[in-house]
Structure formats: structure tokens, C-alpha cells
């Protein structure tokens, strides 16, 4: 016979009963939310409107100031600007590099070129000729062995990766997620991937010098596939998840098509199984990799060509940008008809990075880079022109740009320089060779940089990588009035005789 009795979810409770987080007052949800991290506090400001103005307290972000910069005080005399505004304006100034004191630190290495450079969190990864070395920073700093040399490689090395632990057959636990593996490239027809300081599989099949990677893999789940290209003019494609150490399994597929040797290679954003390659006769080809299956594949599902030699190319959704010759072509990967045609006046392109999100892009000629916003590509004939980025000797061969900032070099430059990404300004310049003369025979050869920090390479009668960290810097760059220093923003908002009286 069935229970009569109303089940619990039957029973009409008096809304006086019910009650909701926003039932309890401000200052009770901001002490709540002063527990959150960083992130757990922006996700609740997105929840509701009370929320947000929990979220955007004063006694909110004092205790998450104080425990990003223990060493700084928050002024009390802040005006108008809340702790939340001065936080994120703090946290945007160091990531421009707006400071003169970083934490400093050097690397001294031997007197041989930088072939790759790469800062990650804690680890500095940098290749000269057949040898990879991985210095700790953490380690370094407090004076315990902290490089690691891997040499199983016998030619130089083309290029280096980090992909994540959890996309390849290594990884066992949870406490390994955030853990990444290195992959790299090498003239000796082979490729690499690293773990914990040894070599784990070891990808052999082209006929000649590997000469790139792809710069993410290529599929969905747990099926991740690594893309090479070589001189031999193959796209080969690599299961990550295969076991064994020589990985005699892992080739899953042989590209044909290029006739000459892979310059660049990169995923689409809008569908993970698209791979864009370039040659270096400036032939694109499309492939679409999750319709090959034997060793030899031909999936190609589109084809252009840019004109001039190849710089690099790199994917964002569904566009596609590529740097030849003097310009900057986007390219519709689902119609593959050529957007947007950036003729950039400067004889040849010599490095080149965008930043979707902000549609802009950024070319480094001789003696200057040049910051255009592609926004108005449609309404005039050639994109705008932001800031002409200029102060270099030679040609800018490297770029970084991110939503804070832009870094430029060139290895006839002593000194890095530091631009704000949106309006162009000069905001720093870093010294990374051991002399400023104009007749310097070897200026910086490498940089590398992750959000407030940076690494730099310079060869000169003794190797060695330069190393700073803007996470904790306290001294502001100051306007001068001097012509040389114009460009220089100075921080207003952070003194140390505001905030104290000493």
C-alpha cells in the first residue's frame, strides 16, 4: 500500500522560509567575498547586480592588493579611485613594463647563437646548436641547481613547443594537470618530446630536417595530434597518445602537396582539425587532417598564394594572417578569398603579430615596426596607421604583442623597447647588451615574454639570457622633459611619498 504522507518536495513552504544570498546585507556578502581569489570574484561580479556591487568593494580588493604586492600600501588618500581601480591600474602598469626597478637576473651561458627562447612561468627554455637547456627560475633564485641540459638531439634545433601533460599518453593524475611537455624540432630528421628532464618519445619519418612545428595540436578529446613540417616538403602528422619510447606507431599520416620546403605552419581557431601550412615559394595549402587516416594523405581542402617570401602566418577563428614580402594579407578560411590586404610601405617584412581582438597588427620593417588597425581596412585603402614604432638600428626581427603591451628588437639594437598596445606610446627601454655603442657587433638574438616578465638573449665575447621580473616593481617611470624621454609615461597614481612618509 503507498505511503499517504506528502513527500518533502510536495510541501508548501511559507515564503517567509525561503531565503536567497541576496537576502543578507552588504557588508556580510562582502565579507564573504573577501575569501574569493581573483577569479571567483570576477565571476561573482558577472552574476547579478548586487553582486557586482558586492564584488567591486573596497574591503574586497584591499585584501586581494595586499596579498598581489605584501610590500606595497594601499594610500588612503586615493581620491575619487577605489581599491578595485587602483588594483587593476597597478596591475596594467606592471604588465607595460612602466617600472625601473624589476627583480634582475642573469643567466651566463656559452658564447654560442640563440636558435629558440622561451619563458613559461617558472621554466626558461633556450637551444644552442644540438643542445636544449632548462634553467628553474625558482631554483636559481634561492641558489640550487637549476639548469637541466638535454642532448639527445645531434643538429641544431628548429623549433621548441609546450603543449599541456594532459593531451598526450603520459599523463597519470590530477596532480600532473597543469604540467606541460616540451616538443622539439631538430636538422637531424627527427622529433623530440621531453618530460621531467629526458627524453619520452622520440618521432622519426621525414626525409630530410624538421623545420616546424604546429603552434597548437590539431583534433578534440583525447586523440591529440602533433603537425611537423620539414625540408623535404611533408606534412606529417604525430599521435601524441601513442606509447612507446622511439613511437613507432605515432606517425598517423603523411601530407603531400608543397613543392618546397614547410616555412610556417598553424591551427585554425574555428574547427581544431584545420591545418595551414606555407611553403617557401608562398604557397598556401589548407588541410583538413581529420580525413586522413593512411601514410600517404592528400586531404588538402583549399590552396592560395601570397606574394613575396614568407614571413609567417597564424590563425584566429576563421581568418587567416599571412606576412609575405612588404604585406599582410587575411584570408577567409571558409571561402579562402583574400578579406583584407594590408600593403605596408616598407621593402620587406621582416617579423609580424596580431591581436584579434582588438583587430590590430604589427609589422617590424628596418629601423621601425609599424602598429595598424585593421578596423578600417574596408573604408579606406589601407589600414590605419597607429604609431610608427621607431629607434631601431636595423631590422626588427621580433615582436611580442599582447593586450598591454608591445616589445620590439633587433640584433643590431642594444636596447629592447617597451610600447603601449593601444596608442603606440613609448612606455620603457631595456638595456639587454653589456654596452650602448652605436657600433655594437651583437645586439639581442633572443627575446621571450610572459605577462610581467621577460627574457632576453645577447651573444657577445661570453653568452648570456637576461631575466626580469616587473611582478613586484615599485619605482614608476617618470616624465621627463627632455626631448629623448617624451614618449615616457609617468605613473601618478603610485608614489612612494603619497603613500608614506618616510
Known amino acids: 500500500m503507498a505511503d499517504p504522507s506528502p513527500s518533502i518536495n510536495q510541501l508548501s513552504l511559507p515564503s517567509s522560509l525561503t531565503t536567497s ?51 606595497e600600501f594601499v594610500c588612503s588618500s586615493l581620491g575619487s579611485m577605489r581599491v578595485r581601480e587602483a588594483y587593476l591600474a597597478r596591475r596594467t602598469t606592471l604588465l607595460q613594463f612602466k617600472f625601473v626597478d624589476p627583480m634582475v637576473s642573469y643567466f651566463y651561458t656559452a658564447a654560442k647563437p640563440y636558435d629558440n627562447l622561451l619563458l613559461d612561468k617558472n621554466d626558461v627554455f633556450f637551444s644552442q646548436g644540438s643542445l636544449i637547456h632548462n634553467i628553474k627560475i625558482d631554483r636559481y633564485l634561492s641558489g640550487g641547481d637549476s639548469t637541466v641540459t638535454l642532448s639527445d638531439h645531434n643538429a641544431r634545433i628548429t623549433c621548441i613547443r609546450l603543449f599541456p601533460l594532459t593531451e598526450t599518453s603520459l599523463f ?16 637531424d630528421h627527427s622529433i623530440r618530446l621531453w618530460w621531467k628532464g629526458s627524453c619520452q618519445r622520440c618521432f622519426k619519418g621525414h626525409n630530410g630536417p624538421v623545420s616546424t612545428l604546429s603552434d597548437k595540436l590539431l583534433g578534440d578529446g583525447s586523440g591529440k595530434i602533433l603537425a611537423s613540417g620539414g625540408e623535404d616538403g611533408t606534412v606529417r602528422l604525430w599521435s601524441l597518445g601513442s606509447s612507446g619510447k622511439r613511437g613507432q606507431q605515432a606517425l598517423k599520416a603523411t601530407l603531400y602537396g608543397h613543392e618546397k620546403p614547410i616555412k610556417s605552419m598553424s591551427v ?52 587567416l594572417y599571412v606576412a609575405a614580402g612588404s604585406s599582410v594579407v587575411v584570408i577567409d578560411l571558409r571561402t579562402m578569398k583574400k578579406v583584407i590586404t594590408a600593403a605596408i610601405c616598407q621593402p620587406k617584412l621582416h617579423s609580424f603579430a596580431i591581436l584579434p581582438s582588438k583587430s590590430l597588427i604589427c609589422t617590424g620593417g ?22 610608427a614604432l621607431d629607434g631601431h638600428t636595423g631590422p626588427v626581427t621580433q615582436l611580442h604583442m599582447d593586450p598591454y603591451k608591445i616589445v620590439t628588437r633587433g640584433p643590431e639594437d642594444s636596447h629592447i623597447n617597451i610600447w603601449e598596445t593601444d596608442t603606440g606610446m613609448q612606455t620603457n627601454s631595456l638595456l639587454c647588451c653589456s654596452t650602448e655603442e652605436e657600433d655594437i657587433q651583437s645586439g639581442c638574438s633572443a627575446m621571450s615574454v610572459d605577462g610581467c616578465r621577460i627574457v632576453t638573449a645577447c651573444c657577445e665575447e661570453h653568452g648570456y639570457l637576461q631575466f626580469r621580473d616587473f611582478s613586484n616593481a615599485a619605482c614608476p617611470i617618470l616624465k621627463h622633459e627632455d626631448e629623448n624621454n617624451s614618449k615616457f609615461w609617468g605613473l601618478q597614481s603610485y608614489s612612494d611619498s603619497d603613500c608614506s612618509d618616510s
Not at 581544431?272 to 587516416?293: C, E, H, Y
Not at 602598429?371 to 574596408?378: A, E, I
Open 172 to 187: 597519470r593524475s590530477e596532480v600532473q594537470r597543469k604540467e606541460n611537455v616540451l616538443v622539439t624540432s631538430s636538422c
Open 268 to 319: 585554425a581557431g574555428h574547427k581544431s582539425s584545420l591545418l595551414v601550412t606555407i611553403a617557401k615559394d608562398s604557397k598556401v595549402r589548407v588541410w583538413d587532417t581529420s580525413t586522413s587516416s593512411g601514410v600517404r594523405s592528400s586531404c588538402c581542402v583549399g590552396m592560395t598564394s601570397v606574394p613575396g617570401p614568407p614571413v609567417d602566418l597564424k590563425c584566429h577563428e576563421a581568418l
Open 366 to 387: 628596418v629601423g621601425k615596426a609599424m602598429l595598424l588597425d585593421l578596423r578600417r581596412s574596408q573604408e579606406m585603402p589601407k589600414p590605419e596607421l597607429v604609431a
Open 21 to 71: 544570498i541576496t537576502d543578507l546585507n552588504e557588508d556580510s556578502l562582502a565579507h564573504c567575498a573577501s575569501y574569493l581569489n581573483l577569479q571567483d570574484v570576477s565571476n561573482l561580479a558577472m552574476s547579478c547586480k548586487l553582486l557586482k556591487q558586492v564584488a567591486y568593494s573596497d574591503s574586497v580588493w584591499q585584501r586581494l592588493f595586499r596579498e598581489q604586492w605584501p610590500q
